[in-house]
């Protein structure tokens, strides 16, 4: 596979961002395979990805990042610079149900998923073998209301032993401590199975039941120290029926559910979402 380096970078929005950033890659010798860029008008900021052929260029990857940090001053720049050579490493957490996680697995196993599993955390051991035949570690940390902070410094010590990039929670059915996610601010990614902010909490399905709605969908989100408040990545919806009962709503919304998880994931290890407050712009 190609080796790039993918530069992407916000800033107050002004003219000469674009010539600015071409032009140094350009000076470097340096082929860009894909641009993409936008400018929120209402926020006055712009947002910018470039992937960039990294066997084209006259600089290593260190020389280039001290030239684009020359010219992020200039701009109020807020920059990173990632080498495709070290695919991001992801941490899974899951409970009971392995819809999401049996997917995220087949994807990394067939080579779909730009990312490496690094293993998998959770507070049942109901998925252990499951996830031990897929040949990964499997960390089982048990959620009580004695043990709960302890339970978390465990899951984050794993974190941090592991090298990992992004904590996924794949139906992961607790809530994480809000110190944990402010310290994994913008590397903790949740599925919500519901369109948010709809339906936030437990049992979205029933809730939106009872509420006699026509589309269902998920939520794939930045989790922050609020409940399913996060930036949002991904979004869909399956249409349902009248006469659909609870049971057909879960099943349908699963589908759904891992479907925006691995697209949300893969979004964020390919470096195509850009966080600015709770919003996102994602070149996907």
């Given amino acids: 596979m190609r080796r790039s380096y993918i530069l992407t970078a916000s800033c107050p929005d002004r003219i000469g961002i674009i010539a600015a950033v071409s032009g140094l890659i350009a000076r470097l010798g340096g ?6 860029q936008h400018a929120d008008a209402a926020a006055g900021w712009f947002f910018m990805r470039y992937e960039i052929d990294a066997t084209t260029l006259a600089a290593s990857r260190e020389e280039l990042a001290a030239a684009i940090e020359e010219i992020a001053g200039s ?14 490493r992801v941490l899974v957490l899951a409970s009971r149900t392995d819809h999401c996680l049996a997917d ?3 994807r990394w196993r067939s080579g779909t998923l730009p990312g490496e599993l690094v293993g998998v955390v959770s507070n049942h051991t ?12 499997f960390h089982h940390v048990p959620v009580t209301a004695e043990r709960r902070l302890q339970a978390f410094e465990a899951i984050e010590r794993i974190f941090e032993a592991l090298a990992a990039d992004v904590m996924v929670l794949a139906r992961y059915m ?9 310290r994994l601010s913008g590397r903790i990614i949740n599925i919500h199975h519901s369109f948010l902010p709809s339906f936030v909490g437990a049992n979205p399905y029933r809730q939106a039941y009872e509420r006699g709605v026509k589309i269902i ?6 989790v922050t120290e609020a409940l399913d408040a996060g930036p949002i990545i991904e979004q869909d919806v ?4 009248h006469g659909d009962t609870v049971e057909r709503l879960i099943a349908l919304g699963q589908d ?15 470096d195509r979402v850009l966080r600015h407050g709770n919003k996102t712009v994602v070149f996907a």
Avoid at 126 to 137: F, H, I, S
Avoid at 217 to 222: D, E, P, S
Avoid at 256 to 270: D, P, S, T
């Fill in 31 to 36: 082929s860009i395979l894909e641009a993409s």
């Fill in 75 to 88: 701009f109020a720049m807020r920059w990173q610079l990632n080498d495709s050579a070290r695919p991001k």
């Fill in 104 to 106: 995220l697995i087949y």
């Fill in 126 to 137: 109901l998925l252990a073998a499951q996830v031990e035949a897929a040949g990964l570690a």
């Fill in 174 to 182: 607790q809530i994480l401590p809000p110190p944990l996610c402010a």
């Fill in 217 to 222: 969908g998920a939520t794939c989100h930045y």
């Fill in 238 to 241: 399956v249409r349902i029926h």
């Fill in 256 to 270: 759904v559910e891992k479907n925006v998880l691995a697209r949300g994931l893969r979004y964020h290890l390919e």
